[in-house]
């Protein structure tokens, strides 16, 4: 497989996408089926969004790594194929990896996928640089970590989605691994990004890890490391991703976990990655419905998966806060009587001044379906889904305390920020008609209305 041939097909189909379910503000690829987002920086004056990537089709497929750029987080300029399975070591896959920036050079390192012909997996770590950002070259004695670098008991078929970083003036990798049966994440070190060594296992033993891990991500916030991790359940359980806060220990290279809690309590939110630009700490995931992953290519969409709003992380009295890193133009503030009805946009910014007391209420209307949210307690904040397709229930956990309640809602994805962006959840729901209603019922609030229609 070649970029060139990608790019002609996708270039051939992309006039019949539809546009039903798209989305305006939430970035979906302009063909084909798109996942985990990959190598996420700021390069050369833009914001780098690489994903996963089948450019032939609408189902999951051979990845390759698709690429879009943005100077404002809001509009993506689609950019031609960054990498395609062209390798011997690479060949079933291009999956997913992160990119840094050394001596003004963008690298990334990702995980090449083979698949034999008995059906025996095999994943390597890979390095690939560019100097446009656009056009890259794989390094000529790729695999740089192969399955003899894993510890005892590591599977070469689940070892996976290498997050790079920099400390102390050196380069180190959390990539995520099944050992043993049960999923950890591994850290690597390395001088010169070309030569890697394995130094530890930075969480492992966690029933939240699943059977194996997927997507680890690592920071510092707030005073507190952080390791962010996607997990495959085991017996069908959702997939959620945590994250856990504590403190890596350097010179032992062992990790103290403090507390681990969801990052986003919506089971249809999965593989996130962050990167900081500007002292901010940016998180990008995918979205898609957990439960109807085909959906979009079953009804003939001819695109399938769409990435969460760009979301800022900080940390506020030692609680964690998501806030979206986007904004619109400021349609207008306006004050709901105690109950209100009103026209709302398609792509909108809907924040409640003072969230939800007990027993208040919000509707988002479409002919077709309606997401209710309702809190129901101090402390649960409930969201529901009714339409002919589905009806979906998911309590939301939120702090003590009211706080401002922010909507991002976008044709067929809502994500819900909740006190002062405390609690966080994600929803993809397929309803015909946009939703194009609010109805609200307690006391009277202040609604802000930021509009991306134009």
């Known amino acids: 497989m070649t970029i060139q041939a990608a790019e002609k097909f996708a270039q051939e189909n992309t006039a019949q996408v539809a546009a039903q379910y798209r989305p305006k503000i939430h970035f979906a690829a302009p063909y084909g089926w798109l996942n985990d987002p990959n190598g996420l920086i700021y390069y050369q004056g833009y914001y780098h969004l690489y994903y996963q990537h089948n450019p032939y089709g609408t189902n999951w497929d051979t990845m390759h790594w698709g690429h879009a750029r943005s100077k404002d987080l809001v509009h993506w300029e689609d950019l031609p194929i960054a990498m395609a399975p062209d390798e011997e ?32 997996v095999t994943e390597t770590q890979n390095i690939a640089w560019s100097d446009d950002s656009i056009h890259f070259t794989k390094y000529e004695k790729n695999p740089v970590l192969a399955a003899a670098q894993l510890p005892a008991g590591g599977d070469p078929a689940d070892f996976r989605d290498p997050k790079v970083f920099t400390h102390a003036g050196r380069f180190y990798a959390v990539i995520a691994a099944a050992v043993d049966g049960a999923g950890q994440i591994l850290l690597y070190e390395s001088e010169d990004l070309l030569h890697w060594q394995y130094t530890s296992s930075l969480l492992a033993n966690l029933p939240e890890l699943g059977r194996m891990t997927e997507c680890p991500d690592f920071f510092t916030i707030g005073g507190q490391d952080a390791l962010v991790f996607s997990a495959i359940m085991p017996n069908e359980e959702p997939h959620l991703v945590q994250i856990a806060l504590g403190k890596l220990d350097w010179a032992t290279k062992t990790f103290q976990m403090d507390s681990l809690q969801p990052l986003d309590q919506g089971l249809d939110f999965y593989a996130p990655q962050s990167f900081e630009h500007n002292g901010r700490r940016i998180v990008i995931p995918w979205l898609r419905h957990a439960e109807m992953v085909n959906y979009l290519a079953d009804h003939d969409q001819n695109w399938n998966g769409q ?34 009805t009103r026209s709302i946009p398609v792509a909108s910014i809907l924040t409640l001044k003072k969230g939800l007391a007990v027993g208040q209420s919000i509707d988002l209307e479409s002919p077709d379906g309606v997401v209710k949210l309702r809190q129901t307690t101090a402390d649960t904040l409930e969201l529901q889904v009714h339409c002919d397709l589905e009806q979906r229930q998911l309590p939301i956990k939120t702090p003590t305390g009211q706080g401002a309640l922010t909507l991002v809602l976008d044709r067929s994805a809502l994500e819900v920020f909740a006190s002062d962006g405390a609690a966080v959840a994600s929803l993809v729901f397929f309803f015909p008609s946009a939703i194009d209603t609010l109805k609200y019922a307690g006391e009277a609030n202040q609604l802000t209305v930021q509009s991306f229609e134009a």
């Open 307 to 340: 990435m969460g709003i760009p979301r800022i992380l900080t940390m506020v009295d030692g609680q964690l806060r998501q806030t979206p890193a986007v904004t619109g133009a400021a349609l207008q503030t306006v004050t709901l009587a105690e109950t209100a």
């Open 89 to 120: 070591y690479d060949r079933s896959g291009v999956f997913s990896g992160s990119a840094i920036v050394y001596d003004n050079r963008l690298y990334v390192m990702y995980t090449g996928h083979v698949v034999a012909e008995d059906g025996t």
